[in-house]
């Protein structure tokens, strides 16, 4: 069925270690993919998205990767700050789709100073 | 930066009973959607609403739900008549343009039905 699901429910790093939190996506028709970062009491946050006709991309300290034969999404934090402690969502846009994004059910990060 | 803003932040309602949530969305954006996130669980989509109408709507919007924008800058949930598993968070976003641009999210509004 269609489902998007992270393989870490929980996270817990090292401040200035790099995080990787993953997540799996079934809909080969899916064709733009999100990852947000909710904090407590907040709404989800956009970090950096990714297009299908891309397999990697670069932010400000964060890197997404995609790799469509197997259906993975992967976000890499590095030098993980304390401010990175939150809960880390991806989501998928099916194409042809209105903008519904399915949402996976999300990794808690946990970061010691 | 321009943000999607939500009120009210905490909303107590009786089962029953009508209640709207309200959205002021990015204002050059042109797609609004709203999501709720049940404690715990994944947040779902609801529906997405384009040029006055809605584009896409999932099972759970259901005929006690509505949207409207009744004027150009509110962006509004109704639930006609409130039930104890309408109990969620509701998000609101919006974005530029629909499917491959990212969608900015409010900080929501926690509705508790008694």
């Known amino acids: 069925g269609e489902s998007v699901g992270l393989h870490l429910p929980t996270l817990s790093v090292q401040e200035g270690d790099n995080s990787i939190i993953n997540c799996a996506y079934s809909?080969?028709?899916?064709?733009?993919f999100i990852w947000y970062k909710q904090e407590s009491g907040k709404g989800p946050q956009f970090i950096i998205d990714?297009?299908?006709?891309?397999d990697k991309r670069q932010g400000q300290r964060v890197t997404v990767l995609l790799n469509k034969t197997v259906k993975h999404l992967s976000l890499q934090i590095a030098a993980t700050q304390p401010g990175d402690s939150a809960v880390y969502f991806c989501?998928?846009?099916?194409?042809?789709?209105?903008?519904?994004?399915?949402f996976g059910k999300g990794t808690k990060l946990s970061v010691k100073p | 930066e321009p943000e999607v803003t939500q009120t009210p932040s905490h909303q107590v309602t009786q089962m029953g009973q009508e209640v709207i949530l309200r959205c002021v969305p990015i204002?050059?954006?042109?797609?609004f959607y709203w999501y709720r996130q049940i404690l715990g669980q994944k947040v779902e989509f609801l529906v997405s609403?384009?040029?006055?109408?809605?584009?896409?709507k999932s099972e759970i919007f259901d005929d006690q739900f509505s949207v409207e924008r009744p004027d150009g800058s509110n962006f509004t949930l109704k639930i006609r008549s409130t039930k104890l598993e309408d109990s969620a968070m509701y998000f609101c976003?919006?974005?530029?343009?629909?499917?491959?641009?990212?969608?900015?999210f409010g900080d929501g509004t926690r509705l508790s039905i008694l």
């Open positions: 809909n080969s028709a899916s064709d733009y």
């Open positions: 989501a998928e846009n099916i194409g042809g789709s209105q903008g519904n994004l399915i």
């Open positions: 990714i297009r299908s006709n891309m």
């Open positions: 976003a919006s974005s530029s343009q629909s499917g491959n641009q990212p969608q900015h």
């Open positions: 609403f384009y040029n006055n109408e809605i584009s896409e």
């Open positions: 204002s050059n954006h042109l797609y």
